[in-house]
């Protein structure tokens, strides 16, 4: 059983910036690919960044890209998504997600991708 743990999560500014953080733990989570999605009140969750269980290949949704960073400490088994410049459409509940990776360069980008869940962190960008 794997489990995610978010944090860094809370109430920000718009145009500051925040850290969240992933740390996983279980069998095998350092061979494990990772995901960060978002969900906004109304709306359907999104994805918003993965990273493979290597770190080195890294994917950000084009929305986002240049103001969103996904990275991770591999010996610490945490994943990270270091968001700048934020907005309050950036508004949402952020969750991180695993998966078995099936290569160290492999990344995936849909929900139905991963089987593990964090229980997701709030972010509030006040304009």
């Known amino acids: 059983q794997v489990q995610l743990v978010e944090s860094g999560g809370g109430l920000v500014q718009a145009g500051g910036s925040l850290r969240l953080s992933c740390a996983a733990s279980?069998?095998?989570?350092?061979?494990?690919?990772m995901g960060w999605f978002r969900q906004a009140p109304g709306k359907e969750r999104e994805f918003v960044g993965a990273?493979?269980?290597?770190?080195?290949?890294?994917h950000v949704d084009h929305s986002i890209r240049g103001r969103f960073t996904v990275s991770r400490d591999t010996a610490k088994n945490t994943a990270y998504l270091q968001m700048n410049t934020l907005k309050p459409e950036d508004t949402a509940v952020y969750y991180c997600?695993?998966?078995?990776?099936?290569?160290?360069?492999?990344?995936?980008?849909?929900?139905?991708?991963?089987?593990?869940w964090g229980q997701g962190t709030q972010v509030t960008v006040s304009s």
């Open positions: 279980g069998r095998s989570v350092s061979t494990y690919a």
């Open positions: 997600s695993a998966r078995p990776g099936e290569f160290s360069g492999s990344y995936y980008l849909g929900e139905q991708d991963y089987g593990y």
């Open positions: 990273i493979s269980w290597s770190g080195a290949a890294t």
